[in-house]
């Protein structure tokens, strides 16, 4: 160390005289002292370090700096522009106004969870949406749990526990994060009878494998895939006699599942829960958070009598909903009394059946932006594109949507240089998360609503273009 470098060091100023600062005192208030003091001291060992002047205002600042960075939370809203609107790693449904107040209410003071207003006993949770879900589905009675992973291993383990589960081997599909159809069918205690082959299974394959062990047929959606070509299923309405003639529940699992008719909103059609009630299945399990568009929640609905020995299994204790998501829920289901409204009320609704046309007009408005943004590094301009829905219902199907495509102007190592850009847009106050499309970032507007958002946190944007790895 040079006596210049020692001269300097001694002017570094002290921890104390840091956190008399003006500005350190806004920041022990916002963050308390403990913390400014381990920042600060953090700051000044670093200069001390570095061999760097480091002055009272600036030391300061730092520290804030460094205790906001920490202070933001982890699980925090980021701008979904991939264009799925049933994210699952984005946190699928966005709830709908009704139903955001309702969990704030619910979180904020005590409320009738399993409590009898009318004669001031005990009542049951389920009773708050059991009413709405027989009203929507016209099946016997519901019940809800933590989502439809925790329904379908319910329902088995009341109904097949010990017995045979009768499936098609086509249908035995893995959802994601490690949800397996036989491996949920063997932890719920059944033995798994496979059936059919993966693309053909018919009605005698079924008939062939009942036996005095079977404990309940079922039938599963393939949500996230699509067998074409030479292929053959047996729809629910088909097992029915069979289940009937026997004795043996049927159970229908209908993943995603919606409560209205999505070509009423220019979708293309999937399995109501209704349908599949009418069809005659015993019980039909669904989730929450896909095209519902509700909190994170599991389904039960069907058989009355069924329907109250899964309400007896200790199991349903375990994988039980708060007070939060069922209010939440509440509210949710009660905005299908009024279809005509849905789609404005209802998020997941309203941005699947935002159009082409409507979606396009985006990009213009942005047109400032891009050009400010693009320049030497990459290129942004507004092009067609299709998005998906995502979470499973309607696999293979998308809709036609607008994007903002932006690439890299360089010619060689276009991958990297868009994932670098997309680092570059990740790391804004409210990270932007949009899609890798041939070697391009895109930004999907189908689900981009907050617009004046996210110009705003635009302003924050900066590449840095050797250090990104743009230039
Ligand atoms: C999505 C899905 C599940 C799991 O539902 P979660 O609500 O994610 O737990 C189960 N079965 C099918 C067919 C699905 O599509």
Known sequence: MTTRDTAMLRQLPS???????????????????????????TMLSQARR???????????????????NASRESLRPVFNLTGTVLHTNLG???LAAEAVDAAIAA??????????????????RDDHVREILREI?????????????????????????????????????????????????????????????????????????????????????????????FTKEVPPRELVPLARKHGIPLVNDLGSGTL????????RHEPTVA?????????????????????????????KELIARINRNPMKRALRVDKIRLAALEATLKLYRDPDRLA????????????????????????????????????????????????GPLPAYTSSSAGVDNRTSAQRGAGSRSAALGRAFRALPVPVVGRIEEGALVFDMRTLEDEAGFISNLGHFSVREKRDGLA
């Open 15 to 41: 921890v104390d005289e840091v956190l008399r600062d003006r500005a350190a005192q806004d920041v022990i208030e916002r963050f308390g002292r403990t913390a400014m003091v381990e920042a600060v001291r």
């Open 50 to 68: 570095d061999g760097e002047m480091l002055g009272v205002a600036s030391c300061a600042e730092r520290a804030a700096a460094e205790l906001e």
């Open 92 to 94: 699928r449904a966005l």
């Open 107 to 124: 979180m904020r003071s005590a409320v009738a969870l399993e409590f009898d207003v009318g004669d001031g006993r005990r009542g049951e």
């Open 137 to 229: 589905t016209s099946a016997e009675d519901a019940t809800v749990v933590n989502n439809n992973a925790a329904a379908v291993l319910l329902a088995i383990n009341t109904v097949a526990s010990g017995r045979e589960a009768i499936v098609s081997r086509g249908e035995l599909i893995e959802i994601g994060g490690a949800f397996r159809m036989p491996e949920i069918m063997t932890r719920a205690g059944a033995t798994l009878v496979e059936v059919g082959t993966t693309n053909r299974t018919h009605i005698k394959d079924y008939v062939e494998a009942v036996t005095p062990e079977t404990g309940m047929l079922l039938k599963v959606h393939t949500s996230n895939y699509r067998i074409e070509g």
């Open 260 to 267: 209205v008719d999505l070509g009423r909103f220019g979708l």
């Open 275 to 303: 349908e599949a009630v009418a069809e005659g299945a015993d019980i039909i399990t669904f989730s929450g958070d896909k095209l519902l568009g509700g909190p994170q929640t599991g389904f039960i609905v069907g058989r």
């Open 344 to 391: 404005q009320r209802l998020p997941t609704l309203r941005l699947l059946s935002r159009t082409r046309e409507v979606l396009a007009a985006v990009p213009h408005r942005m047109g400032r932006w891009r050009a400010r943004l693009s320049g030497s590094a990459f290129t942004s301009r507004g092009v067609p594109g299709a998005s998906q829905i995502g979470s």
